[in-house]
């Protein structure tokens, strides 16, 4: 009890699995000084439940920066950058809008 303790994450999506362990931890008595990720999708939902929580996030690299690096890279067209940036605003209603594309 009264400890500080870093929470290490290899994916944040939505940040529910993650915030689930620092409520654990948090009714344990200990102090969680912030969550360190490998990756984020960067959704909305996670940057806001992390915030509402006042939990600090950090994370190597985020979906962004690999976008960023896979067009650079020529591993992506500019076409396939902008559909995929679309997605990461909002999963489900791109995937329910170009469902019948993607499975064409």
Known sequence: ?????????DLISTGGSSL???KALQ???????????????????????????????????DYSHVLEQ???NKSITEKEHVILS????D???WYAKNFNSIMN
């Open 91 to 93: 999963p489900s209603i």
């Open 27 to 61: 009714s344990e008595g200990l102090e969680i000084a912030a969550c360190l990720a490998l990756f984020t999708y960067q959704f909305k939902e996670s940057i806001s439940r992390f915030s509402d929580q006042n939990i600090p996030l950090g994370t190597v690299t």
């Open 86 to 89: 679309e997605w990461k605003n």
């Open 20 to 22: 689930e362990a620092i």
């Open 1 to 9: 009890s009264g400890q500080k303790v870093l929470v290490i994450e």
């Open 70 to 72: 896979a067009l650079e």
